[in-house]
C-alpha cells in the first residue's frame, strides 16, 4: 500500500521538509549526472560506513569528508531513483506533520538523528 496523502492538514509551512526535499534531488541530480565515473565512487568515499566510525579508521578508498560527518551526508543519498522517491514520498505526506507538531528547529534535529 502506497500512500499518496494524509487526512492531517498542516498548520504551518512545512519549510524545512521542502529544503530537505530540494536537497535530497539536487544531491541525487548531482551525484548521477554530474560525477565522473558514476555514483558508486561517490557512495565509497562519502557514504557511511559503521566499522570506520566505531573502530576510528578511514578504509580505502580515502574519504572526502571527515568520517563522523559521513552520517549526515549519507542522508542525501541514494541508490536509484526507486529509493530516492519512495523516500521522498514518505517525506512529503508524513514529514510536514512531525515538522508541524515539533517546529522547524526541533525537527531539523529529529531528521538528523532519525537517519
Known amino acids: 500500500m502506497i500512500p499518496l496523502r494524509d487526512e492531517n492538514p498542516s498548520k504551518t509551512i512545512p519549510i524545512v521538509n521542502i529544503c530537505l526535499i530540494f536537497a535530497n534531488l539536487s544531491v541525487f ?7 565522473l565515473g558514476g555514483a558508486e565512487p561517490l557512495f565509497l568515499r562519502l557514504g557511511f560506513i559503521p566499522y570506520e566510525l566505531t573502530h576510528a579508521v578511514d578504509l580505502a578508498p580515502k574519504n572526502l569528508a571527515p568520517v563522523p560527518l559521513t552520517i549526515i551526508i549519507s542522508m542525501f543519498m541514494h541508490g536509484g531513483w526507486l529509493h530516492l522517491l519512495g523516500n521522498m514520498l514518505y517525506l512529503w ?23
Open 29 to 35: 541530480i548531482y551525484q548521477n549526472f554530474f560525477v
Open 93 to 115: 505526506i508524513f514529514g510536514d506533520n512531525i515538522e508541524d507538531k515539533l517546529g522547524h528547529l526541533k525537527y531539523l534535529v529529529f531528521i538528523s538523528c532519525a537517519e
